[in-house]
């Protein structure tokens, strides 16, 4: 099993350019979230989705976007990207226990 | 929303002496879950505690948690250079939404 596998791994990105995140787990998990994680500063949850087609707000869900079209991933996307959301990214997934997390997307907007 | 509030921020210890980190949830959880990230790494699940009034052991690592089920704590006897890291707290919310708390950094000097 590959576990949570997140894509890119780095990435800068000029103001008001867009992209996606890309995550995908093979552990048939139904919960899936994304974390974005500012330098010294702890995990704050912008999206989540509880299975296929189900999606809900986090904490922090403004600018961002995500769609759960199959169990295995769960893409994150930004429109219009500008210089706040500069931060490391992180998908994790989850059986309903606790949660497994994928390597982080460190992601610079400039 | 529920918050989970984790003291301290930071703390810096010398090696060999015992570190101590407090969570607190604003309402009662069913479970409190205890994560830890190295440094330029992604959280890692260490334990999962349940019962009220739980205490669970991994090695120099003591779990507790309250028995009002709101607060929890994380103790290191005797810490090395290889606990260098920042331990977070989560709790579920809502619809299973992992709330994490800030974390606490914990630096060991040898």
């Known amino acids: 099993n590959a576990g949570v596998t997140q894509t890119p791994k780095f990435r800068i990105l000029k103001i008001g350019q867009s992209m996606t995140l890309q995550c995908t787990q093979d552990m048939n998990h139904n919960y899936m979230y994304w974390y974005r994680q500012d330098p010294g500063m702890g995990l704050k949850l912008i999206y989540y989705s509880v299975g296929a087609g189900i999606t809900d707000k986090g904490e922090v869900p403004n600018g961002y976007n995500v769609s759960r079209s199959t169990t295995e991933d769960f893409p994150l996307r930004l429109e219009l990207a500008a210089p706040s959301q500069t931060s490391v990214y992180f998908c994790a997934s989850s059986p309903g226990t606790h949660a497994f997390f994928g390597q982080g997307t460190r992601l610079t907007v400039v | 929303g529920q918050q989970v509030m984790q003291i301290p921020q930071y703390q810096h210890v010398q090696e060999g002496e015992d570190f101590t980190t407090y969570c607190n949830s604003s309402?009662?959880?069913?479970?409190i879950q205890w994560y830890k990230q190295r440094p330029g790494g992604h959280p890692v699940f260490l334990i999962q505690l349940v019962k009220s009034g739980e205490v669970k052991k991994q090695k120099r690592l003591t779990f507790q948690f309250g028995e009002a089920k709101k607060n929890s704590s994380l103790h290191i006897t005797a810490t090395q250079t290889t606990d260098v890291g920042t331990y977070f707290c989560?709790?579920?919310?809502?619809?299973?939404?992992?709330?994490f708390g800030a974390g606490t950094i914990l630096r060991v000097k040898s």
């Open positions: 989560a709790g579920p919310a809502y619809g299973n939404k992992l709330v």
């Open positions: 309402t009662t959880l069913s479970n």
